[in-house]
């Protein structure tokens, strides 16, 4: 089992930028594939980015794409993501999510992991 931990989150102007991460307990964490998911009150939880266990595929939201990074330290059982250039649209709470192995063509569905954190809140003011 993993437990999943998120920090980093907070309070930023649009244009500004933050660094989430996300510390896994266990020993198998370059087992889990990996995912940030976000949820903005009143909207569905939606999918923001992932990356493989070895780090060396990520795939992104449309919405995030070149503003957003994903990476991952197996040695150090971390997981991060990078958010640059920040917006409005982009205040949500956000989780880190695991899954076993491949994540295959499946990498945007939640329902797929298995374990996920608390969350953190990441709020971008105009």
Known sequence: ??????????????????????????????????????????????????????????????????RFTISRDNAKNTVSLQMNSLKTEDTAVYYCAGRRGVYGGTYYDGSKYEYWGQGTQVTVSS
């Not at 989150?9 to 370059?30: D, H, I, N, P």
């Not at 594939?33 to 780090?55: I, L, N």
């Open 1 to 66: 089992q993993v437990q999943l931990v998120e920090s980093g989150g907070g309070l930023v102007q649009a244009g500004g930028s933050l660094r989430l991460s996300c510390a896994a307990s266990g020993r198998t964490f370059r087992s889990y594939a990996m995912g940030w998911f976000r949820q903005a009150p009143g909207k569905e939880r939606e999918f923001v980015a992932a990356v493989t266990t070895t780090g060396g595929t990520t795939d992104y939201a449309d919405s995030v794409k070149g």
